[in-house]
C-alpha cells in the first residue's frame, strides 16, 4: 500500500492518513457497540456493558492514532525535518552537502526541487565568490596603484568626513604635519590643522554650491587659502575641494592637498624685513638731507655763486634719493604679494562673511551695499582685516553703522567702508598698521595684509556727513564681464504704460517725493518664453532694495520658480535653467506672495518694466496679491536721458555706464545690473529736472506715447 501511495501527491497522501484516521472511528465503534448490545442481551447488565465498551473503543482509537501517527511521522515529518538540516547545513556549514533523495520518497517532488535549488544555490556561490574575489583582486591593484600614488605625491592629501574627521591620508601629509600619533582615521583634523581659515574656505564652498555659483566658477568646488599647524611652527599652502554625494548632490566629505610654505614665506618675511630698512630706515635721513638743503638755501654769509652750486646738488641728490626710495618701496611691495597665495574672490562672498561677522557682535551693524565685483587677494585675511578695521572705527570715532561697497575704477577693485561721521586723519590710520591679528597666519599685522595685497588704504570724506575708508585692490585675472549672452536676441519691448503704474493708487505725497529718498525694489524675471498671454509661466523671480541712494547687496530676493510646464530648450539657452531645476521648487502661488511682501511699501524698477510686470499681473488672481506698486523703467528713463541713440539694451546701458555685467540673464545677475544702472540715472535725472517719482513717471509717459507713435510708421 505504501509503495501505492508514493505515486500520489503530497497533499493527496496527507488527506488520505486523515481519512484512515477518520475512519477508524467507526471501524472500532461500530464492533464495539455491537459487542455491548450482545453482552446486555446475554447478562441482563447494561451498566457493566457500557463501560466495557467505552473502554475498547478509547483503546482502540488511542491505538489507531498512535499508529497513524507515527507512520505518519515516518514517512512525512520525519523527511521535512531531514530536508529542513539539509537546507541548514547548506546555508550555513557546507554548500557541497548533498540532499538525500531516498530518506524523502513520499514527499512528492519535495526533495529533488530542494536538491535542485541546493546545486543552483552552489553554483550561483562560486560564481559570487569568484566575481568577489575578482573585485578584491581589482581593488587590492587600484588600492596599491592609489597608495603608489599618494606615497609619491610631493603634496600631503588628507580626506575629512564632514565632520572634520580624517578619512584618508598619505605618508607625505604626515612629513608636512611633522606629527606621527596626533593623526589617525577618524581623529580631527583640527588636532594637527589650524581650524580657522579652514573652516572660512568651507563656508566659502558651502555657499558657492548653495547659490549654484561653482559650475561657471573658474575654481568650481575648490578654494585655496594659507593656514598653520596648530603649534604655529609650519606654514600650510593648501588647497580644498568638496566631493559631493552624486544623487543627493549634497557634499558628503572634502579633499585637503597642501604642501609647506615655511621656508618660503620665512624667507619672504626675511626679505620684507631687509626692504623695510631699506626704505622706511633711510627715510629719516633723507628727510634730514632735505631739510638741511633747504636751510642751507637760506644761508646769509655764503657766497651766492658756491650756495647756489651746493644747493643744486644736494637738492638734486636728495630728489634722486627720493625717487629711488620710492622704486624701492613699489618694488618691495610687488616682492611680497608675488609670493603670498591668492586667488579671484567676488565681493560679494567676501563683504556677507564681513556683515555676518560683524553684525553678531553688540553696537556694530554692517551692511553690504554696491554692485559685486571680481577682486584677486586672500579671502580668509582680507576677511580680518576689514573686521579689525571697522572695530578701530568703532572705537576711534564711535560710529556703530557702516556700509560695505566696491567700485570697480581706474584699474583697481575698491573696497569702501562707509559711516556718517568725519573722515579719519592718516596719523591715525598709520597707527592702525601694526596691530597683529590673532587669526592670521603667524600673527600678520594689518600692515603685512596690505602690503601683501599692494594695498595703501585711506580716508576721505565723500559728503558733509558721510566719509568711507577705501582699500584699493587688485583686480580679478578672471574676464571682468560676462560676455557669452551678448549676441543673444533682447526681449521685445512693451509700451502698455497702464501696465507699469495705476495712478489712482500713487498718493500726492509719495508723488511728490524725491526719487533719491524713495525706497526702491529693482527686480527682474526669467521666462519660459516671450507670450505671457500665451501660456508662458515665471521660472525665476530676483530682487534687490535700493534705499537712500544705495544699493543694498545684503538685501536680496532670489527664487526659482516651478512653472508646471517644460521648459522649452528654446529658451534654455537664455537662463540655463533646466527642468530639474525647477521640479522641486515651490509653484508662482507660494513664490509671488512672498516677492509682494519683500516689495512692500517700494516702487517697482525694471528694464522693459511692462514684460515683467505682465507676468506679475496675470497671476494675481491666482496667488491672491496685487501687484499695485509704482513701477518704473530703465528703458524709457534711457531712451529719456540718451535719445540721441538707439542701443537701449541692458547691455548696451551698463557700457555707457561703465557697469559690469556678472551673470547675464540671471535674475539676480540682470537685476544687480538694472539697480546699478538706476541708481546712476537718479542724478543725472535730477540734472534734467527729473526729481520726484512724478516727474520721472511724466517722463516715462512720453516716451511710451513716442515709441508707440514711431512704431506706426
Known amino acids: 500500500m505504501l509503495k501505492r501511495l508514493s505515486k500520489f501527491s503530497l497533499r493527496l497522501r496527507t488527506f488520505l492518513f486523515f481519512l484512515l484516521l477518520s475512519l477508524c472511528v467507526p471501524a472500532i465503534i461500530v464492533p464495539g457497540f455491537y459487542f455491548a448490545y450482545h453482552h446486555i442481551l446475554t447478562h441482563q447488565d447494561p451498566a457493566s456493558s457500557l463501560l466495557l465498551f467505552g473502554m475498547a473503543s478509547c483503546m482502540g482509537l488511542i491505538l489507531c492514532i498512535v499508529a497513524i501517527g507515527a507512520l505518519f511521522d515516518l514517512n512525512i515529518a520525519a523527511p521535512i525535518q531531514g530536508l529542513i538540516r539539509d537546507i541548514q547545513t547548506i546555508l550555513h556549514g557546507n554548500r557541497d552537502h548533498r540532499v538525500e533523495l531516498e530518506t524523502g520518497k513520499y514527499l512528492d517532488h519535495l526533495p529533488e526541487t530542494v536538491h535542485d535549488l541546493a546545486r543552483q544555490y552552489r553554483r550561483q556561490r562560486i560564481e559570487v565568490d569568484q566575481t568577489i574575489k575578482q573585485a578584491t583582486a581589482q581593488t587590492t591593484e587600484q588600492k596599491k596603484t592609489l597608495e603608489a600614488i599618494l606615497k609619491d605625491l610631493h603634496q600631503g592629501v588628507i580626506i575629512c568626513n ?36 579652514l573652516l572660512h574656505s568651507m563656508r566659502r564652498l558651502r555657499n558657492r554650491l548653495a547659490e549654484n555659483r561653482f559650475e561657471n566658477h573658474p575654481d568650481g568646488l575648490s578654494a585655496s587659502f594659507v593656514c598653520a599647524t596648530v603649534d604655529g611652527r609650519y606654514t600650510l599652502e593648501a588647497r580644498m575641494s568638496l566631493v559631493l554625494d552624486e544623487e543627493e548632490k549634497s557634499p558628503e566629505s572634502y579633499i585637503l592637498t597642501f604642501e609647506d610654505a615655511t621656508e618660503e614665506l620665512n624667507a619672504l618675511g626675511k626679505r620684507d624685513h631687509l626692504l623695510r630698512e631699506a626704505t622706511e630706515g633711510l627715510r629719516q635721513p633723507i628727510a634730514n638731507l632735505r631739510a638741511a638743503s633747504e636751510m642751507l638755501s637760506h644761508a646769509g654769509h655764503m657766497d651766492d655763486t658756491i650756495r647756489t652750486q651746493f644747493q643744486d646738488v644736494l637738492v638734486a641728490e636728495s630728489q634722486k634719493l627720493s625717487k629711488k626710495l620710492d622704486q624701492l618701496a613699489e618694488d618691495y611691495h610687488g616682492l611680497a604679494t608675488g609670493h603670498w597665495p591668492m586667488a579671484d574672490i567676488y565681493s560679494a562672498n567676501l563683504l556677507s562673511l564681513v556683515s555676518l561677522r560683524l553684525n553678531d557682535e553688540q553696537n556694530i551693524t554692517a551692511m553690504m551695499t554696491g554692485i559685486p565685483a571680481w577682486l584677486h587677494g586672500d579671502s580668509h585675511s582680507l576677511l580680518l582685516a576689514l573686521v579689525q578695521l571697522v572695530h578701530r572705527l568703532h572705537d576711534t570715532i564711535g560710529a556703530e553703522s557702516f556700509d560695505l561697497q566696491t567700485i570697480a575704477r581706474d584699474g583697481k577693485v575698491h573696497i569702501d567702508i562707509i559711516w556718517e561721521g568725519q573722515s579719519v586723519s592718516s596719523s591715525t590710520i598709520d597707527s592702525w598698521l601694526d596691530t597683529n591679528l590673532a587669526e592670521s597666519i603667524g600673527g600678520m599685522s594689518l ?57 489712482n493708487k500713487i498718493t500726492p505725497e509719495l508723488a511728490d517725493t524725491p526719487l533719491s529718498e524713495l525706497s526702491f525694489v529693482v527686480f527682474d524675471t526669467e521666462t519660459t518664453g516671450l507670450k505671457p498671454s500665451a501660456g508662458d509661466e515665471i521660472i525665476a523671480i530676483a530682487g534687490v532694495r535700493i534705499l537712500n541712494g544705495r544699493i543694498l547687496t545684503g538685501e536680496s530676493f532670489a527664487r526659482i520658480v516651478n512653472p508646471k510646464r517644460i521648459i522649452p530648450k528654446s529658451s534654455i539657452k537664455f537662463h540655463g535653467i533646466t527642468d530639474d531645476m525647477v521640479k522641486d521648487k515651490p509653484p508662482a502661488q507660494i513664490v509671488l506672495p512672498q516677492f509682494h511682501e519683500f516689495a512692500k511699501d517700494a516702487v517697482l524698477v525694471a528694464h522693459n518694466a511692462a514684460f515683467d510686470m505682465k507676468f506679475l499681473q496675470l497671476k494675481e488672481a491666482e496667488c491672491g496679491v496685487n501687484f499695485e506698486h509704482p513701477v518704473l523703467d530703465t528703458l524709457l528713463l534711457s531712451v529719456f536721458l540718451h535719445d540721441h541713440t538707439q542701443n537701449h539694451g541692458l547691455n548696451d546701458i551698463a557700457k555707457r555706464f561703465g557697469i559690469e555685467i556678472e551673470g547675464r540673464h540671471t535674475a539676480i545677475g540682470d537685476a544687480l545690473v538694472t539697480a546699478g544702472i538706476f541708481q546712476r540715472m537718479i542724478p543725472m535725472l535730477k540734472a534734467r529736472g527729473i526729481i520726484t517719482l512724478n516727474d520721472a513717471m511724466e517722463a516715462s509717459k512720453k516716451i511710451v506715447e513716442v515709441r508707440a507713435q514711431q512704431a506706426e510708421f
Do not use: K
Open 162 to 197: 564632514l565632520n572634520n574627521q580624517v578619512l584618508l591620508y598619505n605618508q607625505r601629509a604626515l612629513s608636512l604635519l611633522h606629527v606621527s600619533g596626533d593623526i589617525g582615521l577618524m581623529r580631527s583634523l583640527f588636532r594637527v590643522i589650524d581650524s580657522p581659515p
Open 447 to 503: 600692515r603685512d595684509i596690505l602690503e601683501h595685497h599692494r594695498c595703501e588704504m585711506w580716508s576721505e570724506t565723500i559728503t558733509n556727513n558721510r566719509a568711507r575708508l577705501r582699500l584699493p585692490m587688485i583686480p580679478s585675472h578672471r574676464p571682468i564681464a560676462d560676455h557669452t549672452s551678448e549676441d543673444l536676441p533682447q526681449r521685445p519691448e512693451f509700451y502698455d504704460f497702464s501696465l507699469l503704474s495705476q495712478p
